[in-house]
């Protein structure tokens, strides 16, 4: 694809617009919460919300510059120019917004408000329900603010401490209403204090939505064999270390790309043995078989565990 179009969104955000090569319209549509891989210059894969509706004949994302970029957002920050090309997929949801017409209750912080903008825009266009609380660091680094900031249905709420933000989502998050649905991301703090609080109102878990941006915290739990069933080769997966990163110390290398168990570069299929899933991009079905992990972030959830490579 290529950059139409690029803009300071906020300090440290980057907004990109991305249309076909050929001016020809977008061969796929999507729904609210729905994501694309881009395939940086440097080849690095990393996962951006879409920020905008199907109907508007362009993709657009939002990316922050994180301080700790493994080549991802700091490339698209620093290399990123108007006309560039880019290879982008067709988007994946794993963040729908559910079908219904009872009040949405969007919560967001940071850059974490990517995706739920898409389903904030949704709900108007549907004359749906919807209010949107967004956290920023500060009204520099507020994303959208000039599209959001005279939006009754909108608070913008900035410059907190994290004290702070419990005590104002202590103070303003609702009771549960039937047919209501609460969706939420930002840093996982922060979205374990907005589930905990809705769940103290009432809000059953079946109304409760959330996506992480980042992997999970590879679990601290007992070291396991990582048997590579074609290489003949074993090694000791350490507590806290990733089956990528055992199969590296005896000499295997397992492909991936976004490391976050998000983009599916390094699914493996598994012969034996019980798997931990912390990915976002198995289905539930894949999961109950058995059958495959993400290596990158998923790991043993026994003793041994024998995988195909």
Known sequence: MKTRGLREEAEGILAVELCMADSTPLPFSWQPGAHV????????????????????????????HADDSRGGSRWLHQQLRVGDRLKVSAPRNLFPLQPGTGPVLLVAAGIGVTPLLAM????????RPVQLLYFARSPAHSAFIEQLRHDPAVRLISGLAAAEVGAYLDQHLPAWQTDSQLYTCGPDGFMASVQQLAGERGWPSSALFQEHFQAPLVSDSQEAELV????????????????????????????????????????????????????????DAERASGQWIMPCVSGCAGGRLELDF
């Open 37 to 64: 891989d881009v395939q940086m210059g440097s080849g690095v894969v990393r996962q951006y919300s879409l920020t905008n509706l199907a109907d508007e004949g362009c993709l657009r994302l939002a990316i922050k």
């Open 120 to 127: 904030y825009r949704q709900c108007r266009a549907e004359q």
């Open 228 to 283: 590579l069933a074609r290489s003949g080769k074993r090694v000791t997966v350490l507590a806290g270390e990733t089956l990528v990163a055992a199969a590296e110390r005896v000499g295997i290398s397992i492909p991936t790309s976004c490391g976050m168990g998000m983009c599916g570069a390094c699914m493996t299929a598994v012969v034996s043995g019980e798997i931990e899933h912390r990915d976002q991009y198995l289905s």
